[in-house]
DNA sequence: CCTTCTATTGAGCGAACGATCAATAAGGGC
DNA sequence: GCCCTTATTGATCGTTCGCTCAATAGAAGG
């Protein structure tokens, strides 16, 4: 892979030894993200050492605890990269709102469908962290949540403050969220590379879902109404 | 939870000593199951035991390592749940096939909406195990495969055999498929607790999805034999 | 060149891992 | 009631885990 030819002991890739504290634990992060996406949160501190090419104890230099280094994962793969434009785009009005809903998932799930991101993500939801059920959270909460409104408005439907989202109303919307996120764990978690590309895949998804997706929307905004506001059920 | 009435050493449930081997091994998948499948593979032997009320070395009389109890779980829960009839329904030529194919994921998904299958075939899958995989590769042969050869009758399209399945087809099923699982994983893997219940949820998907799907399907089809029967991107 | 600072290492601690084996005790047949 | 079978245990092996700490070595400033 590395090419042979012989490298100044200058500009050659300070991998090795006495990097400065910055670089070193930004390369300890990177590291860690492509390790423990890849064999599991419950992965070995002396493994993700070895990789790197430095000594176990360094890790704990940078990091007080494994827990810690974990924790800094989460900060660095989720809440880093959630991205500002994803709210400012379903509330941009002069969209129409599947279109909103459309190009929000493009984006959103090019941005996941990501070794690093789904694994441990998954892997996060199965230890127990409450990391995936907060993160949902936060999409049902700014995204989903913007988009009904939206829906209701555009179907001349009541807005949300005289009746409010039924629980139905998310679940349509990660319906067709989850047949997205499920191309990308069929490949990331599963294993299963499939031949066609994946975002063409999500593309044709949405084509076939969207249409009638305001039509099915006010059917179940009216049937929520019959049970009063408070049974979502 | 257990009653406080004195019970005659007769009748009382054998968990302690001296069971038969036969329902001692029971005892132990079982357990197994229940642990590996809240603590992930990772789980240790010890603990296990602890929780079965028997000694660690008691397993390694059972199972030669724990890489076999762990096979004899894939075995358990995965093969031994595969039900038969699934074949049969979708190949039920007195139904339409848009039914065949809901019945088969409403019986299918109750199957497998469950917290030990869920979580381990998400855990084998981080693990980098075959079973996800193997066993997707089932459905799609066994039951997708003649799903989509009925739906190709049924709309006067050629028959695979003309006319080989294109990806983009399996990838239709397997759209729904998803959105359907992922109301699961929500809850079994992710830990968030929906009001509604997810049987309700997933028949409200089926309706959404289910009506344009022949439709869709034959969009497909025409647009695969554009580019010939081998090119399936 | 020498000193200072600190990134990095080697050795090692206590605990827990999967797995082994001889000793033990519970139950069935006579 | 005794014996034989075998399910079950207690003790323990070698390894590896997360983590600690004193010693080392590489770069920067004078």
Do not use: N
Not at 90 to 107: A, H, N, Q, Y
Request: hydrophobic content about 45%; charged content about 25%; proline content about 5%.
């Amino acid at each position: 892979m590395a090419s042979s030819e012989p490298v100044s002991r200058k500009d050659r890739v300070p991998t090795g030894r006495r990097l400065s504290a910055e670089s070193r634990e930004r390369q300890i992060v990177e590291g860690a993200i492509a390790y423990f996406a890849e064999v599991g949160l419950d992965g070995h501190t002396r493994e993700l050492a070895r990789r790197l090419g430095i000594t176990q104890p360094l890790l704990f230099r940078y990091f007080p605890t494994k827990a810690a280094l974990i924790e800094r994962i989460y900060a660095e793969v989720y809440l880093k990269r959630w991205d500002a434009g994803w709210e400012a785009t379903v509330r941009d009005g002069s969209v129409p709102c599947l279109e909103r809903f459309r190009r929000f998932e493009i984006d959103y799930q090019r941005r996941i469908d990501d070794y690093a991101w789904l694994r441990i993500f998954v892997s996060a939801g199965l230890k127990g962290f409450d990391l995936p059920s907060r993160y949902l959270g936060m999409v049902r909460e700014r995204i989903f949540a913007p988009l009904l409104e939206a829906m209701r408005a555009e179907s001349d439907l009541p807005s949300p403050r005289a009746q409010p989202l039924a629980a139905d109303e998310f679940e349509l919307l990660f319906g067709i969220h989850g047949a997205l996120v499920y191309v990308g764990l069929r490949s990331r978690v599963y294993g299963i590379e499939g031949t066609a590309d994946r975002d063409t895949v999500r593309a044709a998804m949405l084509d076939a879902a969207l249409p009638g997706l305001l039509a099915t929307h006010r059917r179940v905004v009216a049937a929520a109404s019959f049970s009063g506001p408070a049974a979502a059920l």
